[in-house]
């Protein structure tokens, strides 16, 4: 229950995975580098945007190695050491890990049922002085709160006026279970620094490393020279499949949803039965269940749980303040199975856990938040 990366995509066509020949060959016999990324991969990522209402040429969008090069790229080129960065709490413990190794400050934004409230990041920008602000609006890790479309439209608002950078990263954002979400923020002044980060590894598989950033120009030649200092490009041949796998998104879409919407019910269904007094989001969408123990110390009972055989993420984890003691992330990831046997065995630990800390055992009816 603490891995957050789904098993590959099976269903789409087998040839997808694979490239013609006269396009095999024609990329071995280049010399090239493209530290912008391969040409019709920035082409397709262009029009991919401009889908979603994001006006986007190739000029907008550099290819990275995976989303969290996104991240760290970021980092890199607008915090310096001491500098604040302004982070949902809890986020994705990753980018919490790219700010700090760029020696940010990190302060807190909480998210509420809709996510970050605009108010509140314009207040947080003045009062900090930050210098970037980290959004995962889109089915939020760990929560899966959505921003509203108001919500965004002021936030990219504030990102304008105030001069800060704003990631939005949407690296779940294609993990769609109910209806579909509002744009990305960038749509609502695709020229204001918005820094949009996407990824394949999510929906496809975590092993093809292609993400990417979309940004006005100015700031994707920035990012560029110092993607360059440190990998020169990313994998030709992956780029090329990544082209293949863009043209299928929609097949890919409904084969993930199809596969995760089922396993969401059964994982809400079986702490309903077996830990009803566990609360839970219900998200619309991404990965997770953000559940909230009714009592005691998160990471405590993952220790409990773990002498179970059972490992679970904490919430401190993806807190950049170690907040949310009383949290767990669990995915609903693994197969039917195996969520049966992770819950009876986390029931067990729960029990276990329980009478080592003196609480009575309580039965309460389950709350979907």
Known sequence: FALGSPLPLTGLPADLFHLPADEYSALLRDRLYYPLGLPPLRHALAAYYTAMGVPTRPEHILVTNGAQQGIALSAALYLQRGDTALVEDPTYFGALD?????GARLSGLPVEGAGVIPA????????TAARLVYLTPTYQNPTGAVMPRAA??????????LGVPLIDDGTLAELVLDSPPPPPIAAFDPEAPIVTIGSLSKLLWPGLRIGWIRAPEPIIGRLARLKSATDLASPLLTQAL????????????????RELRPRRELLAALLAQHLPDWTFRH????????TKLPSGDAREFAQTSLRHGVVVLPGPVMSASDRYTAYLRLPFLAEPATLRTGVRRLAAAWRDYRSTVGEPARRQSVTLV
């Open 98 to 102: 790219a700010f700090r190794a760029a």
């Open 120 to 127: 509140v990041l314009r207040d947080r920008i003045s009062a």
């Open 152 to 161: 965004r439209k002021e936030a990219a608002r504030i990102a304008a006026e």
């Open 242 to 257: 990544a082209v293949r796998l863009l043209a299928s998104l929609p097949a890919a879409r409904e084969l993930r949803r």
């Open 283 to 290: 998200p619309a969408g991404g990965l997770f269940l953000w």
